[in-house]
């Protein structure tokens, strides 16, 4: 999964993969027009980009889970001039709406519970503490890659229960300041991105 960040005050864009948190380049390789190869051997494991918007990217602070229409083309375009096609930013965000088939205490938490999700027709199960939703309610949950806060969600076995995914609240989202409760979803259908 490929993430663009962008930072205002600095004027820069980082476009990483999210393989970037667990590889640190090993040389950075000057593109021209503001661009930034950030190399793994022969590998772009990401982009430095100065004054995006100089190339057509209109991009909000922070993480951009999705690049849509324009953004997507311009940078596709300036990747593909530099010998980069194809480097896959924007086609997921990795937020999905999911349903709560099925809860189960947790055997060792006494504030958690077991979630069995379904994500267009997959099965996924996860731990969260969040009280408000249950069997029914629709949720977003982080599947893999970056989150806003730049960290990155790698499924993971814990206490022998498979975390397939991270229920998402309202302020991980960046939907309001709200952090203690789930997001509940009304609008979007089982399975579709949350950001597109």
């Known amino acids: ?36 190869a950030l190399l793994d051997g022969d590998k772009a494991i990401g982009f430095n980009l100065k004054h995006p918007s100089e190339h057509g990217l209109e991009l909000s602070e922070g993480l951009n889970p999705v690049l849509k229409g324009d953004n ?39 504030s958690s519970r077991i979630l069995t999700l379904s994500i267009g027709g997959k099965t996924l199960s996860t731990v969260t503490r969040y009280a408000n939703c249950h069997v029914g309610d629709k949720i977003v949950v982080k599947t893999e890659g970056y989150r806003f806060d730049g960290t990155v969600f790698e499924a993971r076995v814990e206490k022998n229960i498979p975390i397939d995914c991270e229920v998402c609240s309202p302020l991980e989202l960046k939907a309001s300041d709200e952090g203690k409760q789930a997001y509940i979803e009304n609008s979007k259908e089982e399975g579709e991105d949350y950001f597109a």
Do not use: Q, R
């Open 1 to 36: 999964m490929k993430s663009v960040f962008y930072n205002s005050s600095l004027d820069e864009a980082f476009l990483a993969d999210s393989s970037f948190s667990l590889t640190k380049p090993k040389e950075i390789k000057d593109l021209g027009d503001g661009l930034f």
């Open 72 to 110: 997507k083309a311009a940078l596709e375009k300036l990747l593909s001039s530099k010998g980069y096609a194809g480097f896959g930013y924007g086609e997921s965000s990795h937020f999905l709406v999911a349903k709560i088939v099925k809860e189960e205490e947790h055997p060792v938490f006494e």
